[in-house]
């Protein structure tokens, strides 16, 4: 059974700087991995490189279950199956979130099973009260993570990316979002959360963690990796 992400040799630089030097990492279906790394080891560029962004020069693979991903337009990566929150959710004016979660679910492989999901996590994550409110405009940073975790839900990727979906919050929201993304835990899909700090992997049956310092991966491991970094720091793995 192939993987849910599985990244092989994946490379990526901008002109003559390489960022990243040789990705390996690979996210079964059913588990949630975290990627940690200290300011500029190359978290946000792995993101990009992997949803499609077009600054950067990249070579290596991506599987997406099974699918290579590497090449294809961004919306292709989506309909394979790949999904991204994002650190800082852009708020659309004039667009309600109902609208957004229709055209998702017209779109969807499977409208019938996506209007289902739609009812299904409206219902856990509480969501009714934002759905007539334009996506993101005036909401707090964990309202707008819970909607990204409702379009996760109705998206039903098989890959989740969750970049630093902690950035911004409180102690209070971040124990929130950890919690919604346990609750979306799916044997369907693999989550790979990036951050750059243990606290909300305090909140998660985190599965794997596997830390990032100048554009590879120097370790991975259990949950004791982020109980190590906390108390010594990147300096401990550099």
């Known amino acids: 059974m192939p993987n849910a992400l ?123 009260r934002f759905m007539d409110r334009a996506v993101n405009v005036g909401l707090s940073g964990g309202e707008k993570k819970r909607s990204e975790m409702f379009q996760l839900a109705v998206a039903a990727p098989k890959a989740a990316i969750l970049d630093e979906i902690d950035s911004g919050l409180d102690i209070d929201a971040v124990r929130e979002v950890a919690e919604l993304v346990e609750a979306l835990r799916d044997p369907t899909f693999g989550v790979l959360v990036i951050t750059h700090y243990s606290r909300i992997l305090r909140y998660m049956n985190v599965d794997r963690i596997h830390v990032m310092v100048d554009g590879r991966i120097i370790e991975s491991g259990g949950p004791e990796i982020a109980e190590r970094l906390e108390s010594e720091g990147y300096a401990s793995v550099r």
Request: proline content about 5%; cysteine-free; glycine content about 12%.
């Open 6 to 128: 599985e990244i092989s040799n994946l490379t990526a630089s901008i002109g003559d700087l390489q960022i990243l030097k040789g990705i390996d990492l690979a996210v079964p279906f059913g588990e949630v991995h975290a990627l940690m790394g200290p300011n500029g080891s190359g978290k946000s560029t792995l993101t990009n490189a992997l949803m499609g962004h077009d600054a950067y020069d990249t070579s290596g693979s991506a599987l997406v279950g099974g699918v290579e991903v590497m090449g294809l337009p961004v919306h292709e990566r989506a309909r394979v199956g790949l999904f991204e929150a994002f650190q800082y959710p852009t708020e659309v004016a004039g667009v309600s979130l109902r609208d957004l979660i229709t055209e998702m679910i017209e779109v969807a492989p499977d409208p019938a099973a996506a209007s289902e999901r739609t009812t299904q996590a409206s219902g856990l994550l509480e969501m009714e």
